[in-house]
């Protein structure tokens, strides 16, 4: 049974209910996710080879501080960083280290700001200079498994139908969905319900009622869609090292459909990648 909550009456812990925010939390949400999209547009030029993930870490720390937001990941269930940083087969929670990024790597930047309470919390794809084709295949298809999930997003349908959106196309071109990690409830909690599985069946899960703000968040391997942490308790790395990609936006239901909180406003939501044309 799922219960449906008017968010000002719920309190800040996940009770299991479903929040229905208002037009003012929509508002209030905009501009969390704008900042925190603001800074994966100024990470495009930032991401080369030679640049070390800790200093991408130490960048999205010093943007949230001189606009007011703190990062939600930073000491978050002792997590150290303001970032995750997933390179290559890492399939997503990636800690930043001192190493450099290298020529045909592609990286993972998950970034969550915090912003008068609410949480802008969103993840792109980088190409580190010239990629090999296969990559960049996988960028294209984890894009589009994203954009597929949200077009299925309205007012009456069911959250499963993100998932059997994702899968389908995901699997029509030979990759698999990684079944371990799910979206999520977002807003003034970092993770609230419903967790958004990126796969299933469209009759499937908690119907998707207005006012309802979550992330979609594909995780798609080039290879098998297992997965496995590593002793650090946070890296999770494809089990046969196969490559593997997210993107991840933050919408909300509304009366029509869905608003994507996290758009890039420079027009990156894919960078590295040629123009989109759908």
Partial sequence: MVNYIDAVAAPLKNTGAIRLYSADDFAGMRKACL??????DELAAIVKPGVTTNAIDRFVFEFGMDHGALPATLNYRGYKYSVCTSI?????????????????????????YVLDGWHGDSSRMYP???????????????????MRGIEAVRPGARTGAIGQAIQTYAEAERCSVV???????????????????????????????E?????????????KPHVKV?????????????????????????????????????????????????
Wanted: proline residues 6%.
């Fill in 35 to 40: 900042l925190t999209a603001r800074c994966l």
């Fill in 88 to 112: 290559n087969h890492v399939v997503c929670h990636g800690m930043p280290d001192d190493k450099p990024l290298r020529e045909g790597d592609i990286v993972n930047i998950d970034v969550t």
């Fill in 128 to 146: 580190v200079g010239q990629i090999k084709r296969a990559a960049e295949r996988l960028l294209e298809v984890t894009y589009e498994c994203l």
């Fill in 179 to 209: 079944r371990d990690f799910c979206g999520h409830g977002v807003g003034r909690l970092f993770h609230d319900t419903p967790n958004i599985l990126h796969y299933g069946r469209a009759d499937e899960g908690p119907e998707l009622r």
């Fill in 211 to 223: 006012g309802m703000i979550f992330t979609i968040e594909p995780m798609i391997n080039l290879g």
């Fill in 230 to 278: 590593l002793t650090d308790g946070w890296t999770a790395v494809t089990r046969d090292r196969s490559l593997s990609a997210q993107y991840e936006h933050a919408v909300g239901v509304t009366a029509t459909g869905c608003e994507v909180f996290t758009l890039s406003p420079a027009g990156l939501d894919r960078p590295g990648l040629p123009p989109l044309k759908r």
